[in-house]
């Protein structure tokens, strides 16, 4: 039902004509209404028709109306002598308001006349037979008639107020269409719609109240004015209600400033300025602001000369626009570059490795919220990648410390077994033979262990404990450990520290790990009867280690592939060890802040420590 | 002779460590699983139990924590983790000791050999105040002498003096030049050194595994202390 009511056209075109009609019905009748009683017109009441005018004057004399006129009373002068015969006649004072007392004067000398002074002659108030067909007012007469004063406006207004309503409500709803249905005059671009719309209600307006002009309705034929004047007021209403239909069509279709001119001319000009590369932006964009600076310069009419009187929109408005206008460049240049300096902060906490900066887009504008998303976008990519890797490495060691695992029991086996085989005394070649297997078994229990701890140390995944640590301590208690092993080796350490205690923060367990491992690959593989240097130092809130030991055998790698994991000085294998120690100190010594160097020239093999200083 | 119980689902490890114990004397019960090692100590007398952690149906943690409910016979975990975090976690639900796969038989042969001691002859030791004792490791001022789980251990004067300052003060850690100028007397200019050498010589004579010590303990970068096993949990 209320769909119906809502498409059906017929109803609404009726609604349209009625409405305009009793909008011009409302308005026509508020004119009237106004107009005649702003004038006083007709409102008299007539109750005499005699006066008396006291000619005794030579020259111009007055006359007196006493009483009351009313309905386009004309005043005569008659002479009492000759009764019916007027000397003078005026018709003017007939719309003069009621209950007045009016000197009037002719405007000629009673002498030219033939009114003689001193005589008395009667002044008759003549009343107009308004109803005579051949009188001029018969009709506004009849106009005023009809008036009945506000409520019949009021009313029809009330009526056209409703159906007002009912065509906002209705428009834009057609028979056979879910959604808002844009009629020709919808598609009109709406800026050019309105002003025209606009010109043409206005110029009728004008039209309109200059022929209902109140000497227009008072004098002549209702004819000169009610069809012009009507006619004029109804198409301006016409079109108001057909611009207020359309833009409520408009509005519910929610396409007010899509259809506009403006709206193409803006869209063009930003699309030309999307395509534009960045560097012609700029320069356009001062270029406009250049423009504009002239023309508002020029606008002003001179600046030094102050006319009189002072003329505040000619003299002030160019000016204080120019100054605006400067003072909005000013601003939005400010927040161009606070944007830039928000981007700028992100790129730097993202090169930095914070990989959570992010920049707020959502205050960030033009090429400038492109770029921060672009940042955005490079700081998930490589947050990304980071969790990637960090769970496969974490994967890795995982799985690495499984096998390890899965591979310490059968050697516990193995290990038992070649010992209890051992203990069967076999002789000869299986005797030698199962030393290999002792000595292989053996090297496969400090793999399995070295590959875990590398695999730890590499990637984090140990507790890290950071202490302030008395690095002499620590070297002399590995050195008394190695004590005996240096010895067998033919080897003696010298420490050379300075007088005062260098404390240094670090792990003692961890980097008691990392003495073991290089005192181990010093007794293996320094030359018998050397001596293996240690230099404790401190400087620049660190505090370094330096081993210094000669090799047995010639050095033909490179420090960097010796630091490679399973890489040992000696390519044939033949010593014991994993060729991972050097890989895992390095390791235990970034995880606690620290580094390890290597160096090597000629035989002088040469580790460098450092940590941070406590 | 005491009653061992070997419990690990892996046949080969219970048959070599059978094999091992039993040349030294013990009778050995096996068991491969835990339940099976809890049924087992309700029927027989056990004196010390080996067992491993990863077993099917009730694990060596689980089991360890069952038995600690009713009785206190020395408990020896053996396996293949060797994270210091599975190592607190035997040793605070109750075990006396841990070994760590791929072990060496003499290790472990040592090992129940100290617990064993513990367990049967040191428990109505009297005490007397010249007497030191942390866990096994026991000092008699008076006679001077030292024994490891009843055994009788030599050392060196100096020895004996860093063992004794040591053991005065169970858990303090002493630095090198500390245990220098108590021991020997005199200011340490540097030659604190040697104290290290002199510890490492200690703990060869009192420890079963030197580098992995029970009592005398490296605070690396700090010093050394004397402490009875289990009582840090790092």
């Known amino acids: 039902m209320i769909k119906k009511l809502r498409c059906c056209l017929p109803l609404k075109a009726a609604a349209f004509l009625l409405t305009v009609l009793l909008a011009t019905a409302s308005l026509g009748l508020a004119i009237l209404y106004l107009r005649c009683h702003a004038a006083g017109y ?25 009483g009351v006129a009313r309905e386009g009373t004309t005043v005569g002068v008659a002479d009492p002598a000759l009764p019916g015969a007027l000397l003078y006649s005026d018709s003017a004072p007939a719309f003069y308001d009621a209950y007045w007392q009016e000197t009037m004067a002719l405007d000629q000398p009673a002498r030219e006349l033939g009114l003689t002074p001193g005589k008395d002659y ?24 009809l008036r009945g004063g506000l409520l019949p406006a009021a009313l029809s207004a009330a009526l056209a107020l409703l159906g007002l309503g009912y065509l906002l409500w209705a428009a834009g709803w057609r028979r056979g269409r879910e959604t808002i249905y844009l009629n020709w005059q919808d598609r009109i671009p709406l800026d050019l719609y309105l002003a025209a719309d606009a010109i043409a209600v206005w110029y009728l307006v004008y039209y309109g109240t200059r022929v209902t002009d109140f000497y227009n309705i008072s004098s002549g034929s209702p004819l000169t004015w009610i069809l012009p004047g009507l006619g004029a007021f109804f198409l301006a209403i016409a079109l108001t209600l057909a611009a207020l239909v359309t833009l409520a069509a408009r509005r519910k279709a929610g396409r007010m400033w899509e259809n506009t001119l403006c709206c193409r001319l803006f869209r063009s000009v930003r699309a030309f300025f999307r395509v534009l590369p960045f560097a012609w932006r700029t320069a356009l964009g001062v270029a406009g602001y250049l423009a504009v600076n ?22 002030v408005l160019p000016l204080a626009a120019l100054v605006g206008f400067n003072l909005l460049v000013l601003a939005g240049c400010t927040f161009f570059s606070w944007q830039l300096q928000q981007l700028e902060r992100t790129a730097k906490a993202l090169a930095e490795g914070n990989l959570e900066a992010k920049a707020d887009t959502r205050r960030l504008f033009f090429s400038l919220k492109r770029h921060g998303e672009h940042l955005n976008a490079i700081g998930d990519g490589m947050n990304r990648a980071v969790e990637q890797r960090m769970r496969s490495e974490r994967l890795k060691t995982e799985l690495i410390t499984n096998v390890s695992h899965d591979i310490k029991t059968p050697l516990t086996s193995i290990i038992s077994y070649v010992d209890l085989l051992k203990k069967e005394g076999l002789t000869g070649d299986a005797a030698d033979y199962l030393n290999i297997l002792d000595r292989q078994s053996q090297r496969l229990r400090k793999l399995t262990e070295d590959v875990v701890e590398a695999s730890k140390a590499s990637t984090g995944n140990l507790p890290v404990d950071l202490q302030p640590i008395q690095v002499r301590e620590i070297v002399d208690q590995a050195l008394g450990d190695y004590d005996q092993r240096l010895g067998d080796s033919g080897l003696q350490a010298v420490v050379g520290a300075p007088e005062e205690v260098l404390t240094a923060l670090a792990d003692g367990k961890l980097l008691w790990r990392v003495l073991d491992n290089l005192l181990s690959n010093v007794c293996k593989y320094a ?22 030991s000669i090799s047995r055998e010639m050095l033909n790698i490179s420090a960097e592939e010796l630091m490679e994991r399973f890489v040992r000085a000696d390519a044939s294998r033949h010593t014991e060890g994993s060729g991972l120690g050097l890989n895992i100190a390095k390791s235990l010594m970034e995880l606690m802040g620290g580094s390890l160097a290597l160096s090597i020239d000629g035989d002088l093999f040469r580790v460098d420590l450092t940590l941070r200083g406590a | 002779m005491a009653n061992i119980l070997i419990c690990d689902d892996e046949r080969d490890i219970v048959s070599a460590l059978t094999i091992y114990l039993s040349a030294e004397g013990y009778a050995v019960f096996t068991a491969y699983t835990g339940q099976e090692a809890l049924e087992l100590v309700q029927q027989q007398e056990i004196h010390l139990i080996l067992m491993d952690i990863m ?10 924590a069952k038995l600690r409910q009713s009785s206190n016979i020395p408990i020896i ?39 064993l001691r513990r367990y049967t002859t040191l428990g109505g030791m009297e005490q007397r105040p010249s007497r030191l004792t942390i866990g096994g490791v026991a000092l008699d001022d008076e006679a001077k002498a030292v024994t490891v789980d009843g055994e009788p251990v030599s050392l060196t004067p100096m020895e004996y003096n860093i063992l004794r300052l040591l053991m005065q003060h169970p858990g303090k850690v002493y630095s090198s030049a500390q245990i220098y100028e108590l021991v020997w007397n005199e200011a340490a200019l540097g030659s604190e050194s040697a104290v290290a050498v002199h510890i490492r010589h200690l703990r060869e004579k009192i420890e079963i595994n030197p580098s992995e010590p029970r009592y005398l303990k490296v605070v690396w970068g700090l010093g050394y202390k004397m402490e009875a096993p289990g009582t840090t949990a790092r």
């Open chain 1, 42 to 66: 007709f409102d008299a009441a007539y109750e005499d028709s005699s006066a008396f005018a006291d000619i005794s004057a030579d020259i111009a004399w007055d006359y007196l109306v006493r």
């Open chain 1, 122 to 145: 009667r002044v008759t108030v003549y009343a107009l037979d308004l109803d005579a067909p051949d009188s001029p007012y018969r009709g506004s007469y009849l106009l005023f008639q």
């Open chain 1, 294 to 315: 002239v023309f508002l310069l020029f606008l002003h009419p001179n600046i030094t000369y102050f006319s009189y009187p002072f003329d505040f929109w000619i003299q």
């Open chain 1, 527 to 548: 030359q018998p009867g050397s001596r293996v240097y240690i230099d404790l130092a401190a400087g620049e809130g660190r505090v370094s280690l330096a081993m210094k």
């Open chain 2, 55 to 64: 077993m099917p149906q009730l694990d060596g943690i689980a089991a360890t």
């Open chain 2, 77 to 115: 975990l053996l396996t293949a983790k060797s994270e210091s975090s599975d190592k607190v976690l035997g040793l605070n639900v109750g075990a006396d000791d841990y070994i760590t796969k791929p072990f060496d038989p003499v290790e472990v042969i040592a090992r129940v050999r100290s617990q």
